[in-house]
């Protein structure tokens, strides 16, 4: 078995179906894959297994490769790079399953089978019946020319089966240990229909023969299939198909959703798109993910991408199922948002959201000096960068947003008279001083006169000029805000208390 310390160089395969959109367990997937071939000095073979014309789709095809890029998982062979072993698309190979499946029943390795459904459903139920194993029962291994011509002349068509050995199958998985499958559990199962389409079971072992695939690192999902896959490479290495030697396995942790549900495709936080709308870094996301399994230390969550390839060991991934912490994810990210980027960065990074058709001001309205004088205030409190739209908003709307609950909280008895206070402190202010420290002075003393510290002093003051309680610091926003605009505000907050 291949191992990290053999002369031969690591070679991984990250081979998802182009159905729907990627989601997160896929992406920990091509993670593990790629971080386990960086680590080593390997190479990530990118493949993509569209043999499901009936659920392929190209949108779903070219929806992988951006994910992929978005994420920044390069890959050495595949689509869009190429290689040596191209086509990386399993529906661009089919000739050669086809006649892998041919050498496969020359050489006694498999054969077809002719039982109908109805038949095949009518012996399990009678083996459960019966308390023995209800896989396939072997039934047509054994099938005479006779046999054969009779089935074809009531017009049955066969699909092909692969041959299991009657000896038990051990092998080590690198995330589980020493693994055994007895033959009454892992019977003779179909590799090409009867329309002559190939299967997973065959296409898949097929091109990690063909493509000398070292290590196959995928879900837990997929752990009942590896001891037929385990036959099916030794079988193709007797007819010539590669050496005959397995790669080595690691089967990875389910992710849990809600509860102990595996978290699937149709759960909403499940779905990379989600991640990518809300704003999420990739360097956060991906930093989040590798910790569905693994750790880089038990007391340390927050690395970067570089940190988790050198430190990455798949002998380090646990069994036990993960589950997936949307808050924590969003905590990560934040991290990342404050300690990886740059001022510079994170001004860039949040440009889709403050310049998109969907914000909320006029494309006209924003600013980018004024944002840019706010932006390393704002870059300490995002979870993710779609954060940013409310919390500068107040820079770039006619008016602030109309909160009720944030209003209701802080016009209380009295807050007009410290409003009114506070902005005929601000107004006497001079041009040259309308700055951070003297505009908080001015509020500062509006309290005392009131007899009212600064938290509650400037919580009127907050929602009439923002419109909301919480926000970026507030004087710094409004030495931005500037003056004219600040006590506009301020007057129309004092016009609708009075009215009121």
Not at 158 to 186: A, H, K, Q, S
Not at 440 to 446: D, P, S, Y
Not at 458 to 485: C, D, I, K, N, Y
Request: hydrophobic content about 40%; some cysteine.
């Amino acid at each position: 078995m291949t191992s990290p310390s053999s002369p031969s160089p690591v070679r991984v395969r990250f081979c998802p179906s182009p159905t729907g959109n990627p989601h997160v367990g896929l992406v920990r997937t091509a993670l593990f894959n790629w971080a386990f071939a960086r680590h080593h000095g390997g190479k990530l073979i990118f493949r993509i297994e569209d043999t499901d014309a009936a659920r392929d789709s190209e949108e779903s095809y070219e929806a992988l490769l951006d994910a992929m890029r978005w994420l920044g998982l390069d890959w050495d062979e595949g689509p869009e790079v190429g290689g040596p072993h191209a086509p990386y698309r399993q529906s661009q190979r089919m000739e050669t399953y086809a006649d892998v499946a041919a050498r496969l029943i020359a050489a006694g390795h498999a054969y077809h089978c002719y039982c109908t459904p109805e038949e095949l459903a009518e012996r399990r139920d009678a083996a459960r019946a019966a308390g023995r194993p209800s896989g396939y029962d072997g039934k047509c291994r054994t099938v005479t020319d006779e046999q054969r011509a009779a089935y074809e002349a009531e017009g049955r068509e066969p699909i092909v089966r692969f041959r299991m050995p009657d000896t038990p199958i051990t092998f080590t998985d690198l995330v589980r240990g020493e693994l055994t499958f007895t033959p009454e559990n892992v019977p003779d199962y179909g590799i090409v229909r009867a329309t002559g389409a190939p299967l997973y079971t065959l296409v898949n072992p097929v091109d990690d023969a063909l493509m000398e695939i070292t290590h196959v690192l995928r879900g837990e999902d997929l752990l009942s299939s590896t001891p037929r896959q385990i036959a099916l490479y030794r079988a193709l290495g007797d007819i010539g198909i590669g050496s005959g030697e397995p790669p080595a396995f690691g089967h990875l942790p389910y992710v849990l959703g809600e509860g102990t549900k595996k978290l699937s495709k149709r759960d909403p936080e499940s779905s990379l798109n989600l991640y990518r709308e809300r704003g999420f870094l990739p360097s956060g996301l991906l930093n989040y993910l590798s910790l569905l399994g693994w750790s880089i230390a038990e007391d340390r969550d927050v690395f970067t991408v570089d940190e988790l390839v050198a430190a990455f060991d798949v002998a380090d991934v646990v069994p036990n199922p993960a589950r997936f912490d949307l808050k924590k994810c969003e905590a990560i990210n934040a991290t990342h948002i404050r300690e990886h980027l740059s001022t510079e960065d994170f001004v860039a990074a949040c440009e889709p959201w403050l310049r998109a058709p969907h914000a909320p001001w006029k494309p006209e309205a924003f600013d980018p000096v004024a944002f840019a004088a706010l932006a390393p205030l704002a870059q300490t409190r995002l979870m993710v960068l779609s954060d940013i739209t409310d919390n500068v908003d107040f820079l770039f709307l006619e008016e602030p947003v109309s909160d009720e609950a944030s209003w209701q909280k802080a016009m209380k008895p009295g807050a007009e008279a410290v409003l009114s206070t506070a902005r005929d402190n601000l107004a006497a202010l001079p041009d040259a001083e309308w700055a951070a420290e003297p505009l908080k002075a001015a509020v500062l003393a509006a309290g005392e006169a009131h007899g009212l510290k600064l938290g509650k002093a400037q919580a009127p003051l907050r929602v009439a000029v923002t419109g909301r309680t919480v926000g970026l610091p507030l004087f710094e926003s409004l030495e931005v805000l500037g003056r004219e605009r600040t006590l506009a505000r301020v007057e129309a907050a004092l016009g609708r208390l009075t009215a009121a």
